[in-house]
């Protein structure tokens, strides 16, 4: 079975500092990964996602994501965060059936100016 | 552009009414998902579709239903809402393949009284 941990509930970075947000997955096929972002009020959105071939996946808004798989991990970073950048930001992995995701409880960005 | 649109953004009921929510995307897509998302546990699932008149439970069934009569639309129930029902509910959908990621709907925040 496949399951997804994000590390820190709630991160807080201040304004042009590096953005980390911590993601390990479990999983006993080869996984594919997604993270997601959330405004206030709104659904989740694509950020970037991971298939097969480079490990080092670039997304929008300047983030990106590293699979590497013998820490099973799935961080996502951003060197410079700015204010728009606070969200709630969700790690993925979907299920070997193709149709089933598994999401983590999410991380809560705060960008302090 | 993708859509998949929620029947309302806010929504305020009774405790013992009979409550649908509406989704309907535009991407032909074969699966359709129902989720609730609570501060602090994520996304949980509560059905999903992966054809018209076909249904599977999610984590967290009970006290809900859904309807697929047709491929666009995903229907989720709360057949005598509950307090403990209010939260936020998103709608998604997700093509055919294994590298496809979800398509997520705005949410419904519902609330119970």
């Known amino acids: 079975a496949q399951s997804v941990t994000q590390l820190g509930s709630h991160v807080s970075v201040s304004e042009g500092a590096l953005v980390l947000l911590r993601c390990n997955y479990s999983s006993s096929v080869p996984p594919y990964l997604f993270w997601y972002v959330q405004y206030p009020n709104q659904g989740l959105q694509l950020l970037l996602k991971?298939?097969?071939?480079?490990?080092l996946v670039k997304g929008i808004n300047g983030f990106e994501a590293e699979f590497k798989k013998s820490e099973t991990s799935f961080h996502l970073t951003k060197p410079s965060a700015h204010m728009s950048d606070a969200a709630e930001y969700f790690c993925a992995v979907s299920g070997n059936t193709g149709n089933q995701f598994y999401f983590g409880t999410g991380t809560s960005l705060t960008v302090i100016p | 552009d993708v859509k998949v649109t929620q029947s309302s953004r806010y929504l305020v009921k009774r405790t013992g009414e009979k409550v649908f929510l509406e989704c309907v995307q535009d991407m032909d897509h074969e699966n359709m998902f129902w989720y609730r998302q609570d501060p602090g546990l994520g996304l949980r699932l509560i059905y999903f579709?992966?054809?018209?008149?076909?249904?599977e439970k999610g984590d967290i069934p009970e006290g809900y239903s859904v309807s697929r009569e047709k491929k666009e639309r995903f229907s989720l129930i709360l057949e005598s809402a509950s307090t403990n029902q209010t939260s936020m509910y998103l709608c998604?959908?997700?093509?055919?393949?294994?590298?496809?990621?979800?398509?997520f709907g705005p949410g419904t925040r519902l609330t119970v009284l």
């Open positions: 991971y298939t097969t071939g480079a490990t």
């Open positions: 579709s992966y054809d018209v008149k076909m249904k």
């Open positions: 998604a959908s997700l093509g055919f393949g294994f590298y496809n990621e979800q398509f």
